[in-house]
């Protein structure tokens, strides 16, 4: 059975810089899509960011696209979310999700193709 826990959340000023990981054990990451969802509160949970199994097709919402990067880590079976410039509406608790959906070089952040979700990390933009 696949886990996923995520760090690396904290407290941050608008415009600096945090890395997340997500870190899974149980089953290899190659098997998985894996993606970047947040919550805020009062919100409703949305996608982030998602990289396919082969790595080579990342998806970024429109809201973080040119500022987050989404990378995994073959060997230490880690999927990272690299967020500058932050935001203060970036603040959220960001969970890390799995997809067994699709094709080698599919992606997807629609929120029910995802079956194994991590416990999430906060993070906090503010001055």
């Known amino acids: 059975q696949l886990q996923l826990v995520e760090s690396g959340g904290g407290l941050v000023q608008p415009g600096g810089s945090l890395r997340l990981s997500c870190a899974a054990s149980?089953?290899?990451?190659?098997?998985?899509?894996i993606a970047w969802f947040r919550q805020a509160p009062g919100k409703e949970r949305e996608g982030v960011s998602c990289?396919?199994?082969?790595?080579?097709?990342?998806v970024y919402a429109h809201s973080v696209k040119g500022r987050f990067t989404i990378s995994r880590d073959r060997a230490k079976n880690t999927v990272y979310l690299q967020m500058n410039s932050l935001k203060p509406e970036d603040t959220a608790v960001y969970y890390c999700?799995?997809?067994?959906?699709?094709?080698?070089?599919?992606?997807?952040?629609?929120?029910?193709?995802?079956?194994?979700w991590g416990q999430g990390t906060q993070v906090t933009v503010s001055s």
């Open positions: 999700a799995a997809s067994l959906v699709g094709a080698y070089h599919s992606t997807t952040l629609a929120l029910n193709d995802y079956s194994f």
């Open positions: 149980g089953a290899s990451i190659d098997y998985y899509i």
């Open positions: 990289i396919s199994r082969s790595g080579d097709s990342t």
